[in-house]
């Protein structure tokens, strides 16, 4: 079955430390993958996505993501945290066109001072 | 702010009342999406309206009725639900159904 994992429920890191999200999917067809993220109480926020292309995409706040194919995986990383980064970030794919998004568990992100 | 409206913000109801969610966007989008979010869980795909019409329904008890009156709203009405049907309901939309989605801010909502 088509899935989407997200290693580690819990990150925490320092302020000014690098952030680093992972995120693996099952396929052997590139999906469109999508990285969110959800502030206490709000909805979901579109990070970045790769849908083509090249495979670094550069989101907002700072976020990047690697779309490696061989590794089948699109890492979230961000060189320097800030405690306003602190949210649940969830990963997320889409095999086709037509086909519904599936979500990782999602990956709760802390930050220390 | 959210490009997608929904209300009301909190929601407490009993289990023989019939409540409705409303959810508007205005960015011209012409897939909307109903969402279910329990507690430190991904959000469950409910319902896609594509052009106004329902394409995806997941399965959903028929106490949950989506309603998608024109192009920018979208309604999730509500009639003797459960305890468990307590969570977040998100709505979504997206210009078309291969577009990342654009999500409002939610309707808590707790069953008596």
């Known amino acids: 079955a088509q899935s989407v994992t997200q290693l580690g429920s819990h990150v925490s890191v320092s302020e000014g430390a690098l952030v680093l999200l992972r995120c693996n999917y099952s396929?052997?067809?590139?999906?469109?993958l999508f990285w969110y993220v959800q502030y206490p109480n709000q909805g979901l926020q579109l990070l970045l996505k790769?849908?083509?292309?090249?495979?670094l995409v550069k989101g907002i706040n700072g976020f990047e993501a690697e779309f490696k194919k061989s590794e089948t995986s699109f890492h979230l990383t961000k060189p320097s945290a800030h405690m306003s980064d602190a949210a649940e970030y969830f990963c997320?794919?889409?095999?086709?066109?037509?086909?519904?998004?599936?979500f990782g568990s999602g990956t709760r992100l802390s930050i220390r001072p | 702010d959210t490009e997608v409206t929904q209300t009301p913000k909190h929601l407490v109801m009993g289990m023989t009342n019939k409540k409705s969610l409303k959810c508007e966007q205005h960015?011209?989008?012409?897939?909307m999406y109903w969402y279910k979010q329990k507690a430190k869980k991904p959000p469950e795909l409910m319902f896609v309206?594509?052009?106004?019409?329902?394409?995806i329904n997941e399965s959903v008890p028929s106490r949950f009725s989506p309603e998608c009156p024109n192009s920018s709203l979208l309604n999730l009405h509500l009639h003797a639900l459960q305890p468990e049907d307590s969570a977040l309901y998100l709505c979504?939309?997206?210009?078309?159904?291969?577009?990342?989605?654009?999500f409002g801010d939610g309707t808590r909502l707790s069953i008596l």
């Open positions: 396929s052997s067809v590139p999906p469109y």
């Open positions: 790769y849908t083509t292309g090249a495979t």
């Open positions: 979504a939309s997206s210009r078309q159904g291969n577009q990342p989605q654009h």
């Open positions: 960015m011209g989008h012409r897939a």
């Open positions: 997320a794919v889409r095999y086709s066109s037509a086909s519904k998004i599936i």
């Open positions: 309206y594509s052009y106004e019409k329902l394409s």
